[in-house]
């Protein structure tokens, strides 16, 4: 069982920066592919990224490339979510997810644990 617990969400103007954190327990953290997606009120849950289990390679969805930058350090067994020229549609809560699968790369279907998720909402 693997248990994640996200952290760093908040109120920010648009054009701020937020950095979150997803500390992981119950499993060997480099062994996890780990991802990032968000989810606005009332709409379907987007993928934002995901890293390997050494951070040699990391992918964004279209939405994100250039604003957000996903990183690792598996000594803290953490992930990070930096998010920088957040706008209002960046409003959500965001989670992490933890992929057990001989994968190198996650997507939203094959992450098998996620986190409690945290609120991010950007003001305009």
């Known amino acids: 069982q693997v248990r994640l617990v996200e952290s760093g969400g908040g109120l920010v103007q648009a054009g701020g920066s937020l950095r979150l954190s997803c500390v992981a327990s119950?499993?060997?953290?480099?062994?996890?592919?780990m991802g990032w997606s968000r989810q606005a009120p009332g709409k379907e849950p987007e993928f934002l990224g995901s890293i390997s289990r050494y951070g040699a390679v990391i992918k964004y969805a279209d939405s994100v490339k250039g604003r957000f930058t996903i990183s690792r350090d598996n000594v803290k067994n953490t992930v990070y979510l930096h998010m920088s020229s957040l706008r209002p549609e960046d409003t959500g809560v965001y989670y992490c997810?933890?992929?057990?699968?001989?994968?190198?790369?996650?997507?939203?279907?094959?992450?098998?644990?996620w986190g409690q998720g945290t609120q991010v909402t950007v003001s305009s």
């Open positions: 997810g933890a992929d057990l699968n001989p994968v190198q790369i996650a997507n939203q279907q094959s992450i098998d644990y």
């Open positions: 119950g499993h060997t953290f480099s062994t996890l592919v």
